[in-house]
């Protein structure tokens, strides 16, 4: 049993930081990598950043860039999106998809995507 929790999320001004937190716990044997979506009211989900268990962003989406970095922790458990300069169009309820290699009740080594319940984060004007 695998459990991917998420956290940081809150509301903040323009201009202002956030940091949000992608933990997994469970009988994980590596956290590889972790992709953050959003979705804002009315629209549809959208890729955010793809961060690795090596340290490095390998995606960023456009209207990010310059803003938002990705990072783990050392013990690979968890893994962080940092949004600074936010804007009001960053809000949305922001998503962690972990890709996790974990040991499953059948005791078998198994690696699957496991998403996060979800945190809100509104930027007001």
């Known amino acids: 049993q695998v459990q991917v929790v998420e956290s940081g999320g809150g509301s903040v001004q323009t201009g202002g930081s956030l940091r949000l937190s992608c933990e997994a716990s469970g009988s994980i044997r590596s956290f590889n990598a972790a992709t953050w979506y959003r979705q804002a009211p009315g629209k549809g989900r959208e890729e955010v950043a793809i961060?690795?268990?090596?340290?490095?962003?390998?995606y960023l989406a456009e209207s990010v860039k310059g803003r938002f970095t990705t990072s783990t922790d050392n013990a690979k458990t968890t893994f962080y999106l940092q949004m600074n300069d936010l804007k009001p169009e960053d809000t949305a309820v922001y998503y962690c998809?972990?890709?996790?290699?974990?040991?499953?009740?059948?005791?078998?080594?198994?690696?699957?995507?496991?998403w996060g319940q979800g945190t809100q984060v509104t930027v007001s004007s």
């Open positions: 998809q972990a890709d996790l290699t974990y040991t499953n009740d059948d005791g078998r080594v198994t690696r699957e995507f496991h």
């Open positions: 961060g690795t268990s090596h340290g490095t962003t390998t």
